[in-house]
């Protein structure tokens, strides 16, 4: 794939994440995606809808009513960050007219790690806007939050919408998944670099990068990479569709999956991930 070649294999590696100017999708595909985010948000409005008309004799909170979610303390700081729709998880097996864009992201994935891949969960990503509560998204490693055995974790980030710095843009750390992981961080709580790292750890990074992305461009980090975004202070929610890749030599380790479906999917500890449902071919 020609559009492969503006990603340099070994400069990822270096760096941690890259940009993909213009994007590796077509306006019909981007149009496609859009398609089923917006059945994906639709059905999230009507559950919100039915959510709220069943707490109101409850006495819940405002907060639970407009989200749709049961929420306790601190987790509805965690929701002033993003949320993930209730039907928002894999959308490309419920909408397999999404399959085409999946299949071009595993073979940049395959392009950056030199052997087969294996998709592990997309997901739907809203990050509310002022006047519903907004906050930065905290810095994270998306790999310490999945039982797997080793490094090679790619998300790749799409919006739907151009996405400027003021609605919320990804902010990327170079070379932080050279650290190593941190751990699962509080992130209903604020925190800074220097509550994360060593002084020694700021000789290997980076400055933190902002990066404004127009509709159906990408970023791709590393799942070591430490990653938030700046909060959503538009008029708008921040919406954008999120696929997490790993390697195929990636065998599951003793543990439960942060994303539940995959619970479900009868992986063995110690075993390569091999179930029909997270092969891209």
Known sequence: MDDLAQVDAAEFQRQGWALIKGGLISASELETLRSAVQKVVAAEARLASQSAADLEGAGSDEDQRQTGVRVEGQDKRYLMQFRIPETG??????????????????????????????????????????????????????????????????????????????????????????????????????????????????????????????????????????????????????????IAIGPASMLRAASKWAIDRLNHLDLKELEPLNHPSLIAD
């Open 89 to 242: 998880f894999d959308i490309r097996l419920e909408y397999p007219e999404v399959m085409p864009i999946v299949r071009k992201y595993a073979a940049l994935a395959r392009h950056l790690l030199g052997e087969d891949v294996r998709i592990l969960y997309d997901h739907v990503l809203i990050k509310p806007p002022a006047k519903d509560g907004t906050r930065p998204t905290m810095w994270h490693q998306d790999l310490t939050y999945l039982p797997v055995d080793r490094r090679g974790l790619l998300v790749v980030w799409t919006p739907l919408y151009d996405v400027p710095e003021e609605a919320g843009c990804m902010r990327y750390i170079p070379r932080s998944h050279r650290l190593g992981p941190l751990g699962k961080l509080p992130m209903a709580q604020d925190y800074q670099l220097t509550d994360l790292l060593r002084p020694t750890d700021f000789e290997i990074i980076g400055n933190p990068v902002g990066v404004p992305l127009k509709a159906g461009e990408c970023a791709i980090h590393d799942g070591l990479t430490l990653h938030g975004a700046f909060p959503n202070v538009s008029d708008e929610p921040r919406i954008a569709w999120s």
